[in-house]
């Protein structure tokens, strides 16, 4: 069975750093992508970008390139997302998910649980 | 920047049938994707490539696609389908690699 667990919440203030997991399981981690997702509190879902587990060729959404770092260490099937200074408007809920692509569809097959990343002075 | 719109909701009642559009310009060249996602849940993947249902994903979920508008049917609905709906698609012209559509709001009477 695919799993993808992430780390728990973080509390941090503006201008901290903050590096978040998500650990897979029950297939070849390095052989996908994985993709990372925010959704705001009482929003919707916002692609952030993906990243190849094998390689860490990475693909940024235009709205984050440059706000998020993505990263993997295969060897312990882990995939992270990181902010070098966080602000408020970061608070949100963060989703790991396997992306998978066939026949020319590309799309989120297995969910992490989310990570709740609270920014707060 | 590209967008998928979706209504902001759909309301029905138990038995009945609910559909939920999606509008994209890129949608005749792209397949999407549909996720369901109840209150305080991760999103679960019900459609794949327009029409495709996942392993484990009821029969009553069915997609389909027409020009700039693919749907996502919901055929008999039940209490249990109450939950937001999102459509996810690609920009074909390469500014935004995928983009989630703007979620509805499926409520069952």
């Known amino acids: 069975e695919v799993q993808l667990v992430q780390s728990g919440a973080e509390v941090k203030k503006p201008g901290e750093s903050l590096k978040i997991s998500c650990k897979g399981s029950g297939y070849r981690f390095s052989s996908y992508w994985i993709g990372w997702v925010r959704q705001r509190p009482g929003k919707g879902l916002e692609w952030m970008g993906i990243i190849y587990v094998g390689d860490s060729d990475t693909r940024y959404s235009p709205s984050f390139q440059g706000q998020v770092t993505f990263s993997a260490d295969k060897s312990i099937s882990t995939a992270y997302l990181q902010w070098s200074s966080l602000k408020a408007s970061d608070t949100a809920m963060y989703y790991c998910?396997?992306?998978?692509?066939?026949?020319?569809?590309?799309?989120?097959?297995?969910w992490g649980q989310g990570t709740l990343v609270t920014v707060s002075s | 920047s590209y967008e998928l719109t979706q209504p902001p909701s759909v309301s029905v009642s138990p038995g009945q049938t609910a559909r939920i559009t999606c509008s994209g310009d890129?949608?005749?060249?792209?397949?999407a994707s549909w996720y369901q996602q109840k209150p305080g849940q991760a999103p679960v993947l019900v459609i794949y490539k327009d029409s495709e249902r996942p392993s484990g994903i009821p029969e009553r979920f069915s997609g389909s696609s027409s020009g700039t508008i693919v749907t996502l049917t919901i055929s008999g609905v039940q209490a249990e389908d109450e939950a937001d709906y999102y459509c996810q698609s690609a920009d074909s012209s390469g500014s935004s690699p995928y983009v989630f559509g703007t979620g509805t709001k499926v409520t069952v009477l």
């Open positions: 998910a396997r992306h998978n692509c066939s026949g020319g569809n590309c799309y989120f097959h297995s």
């Open positions: 890129a949608l005749p060249k792209q397949y």
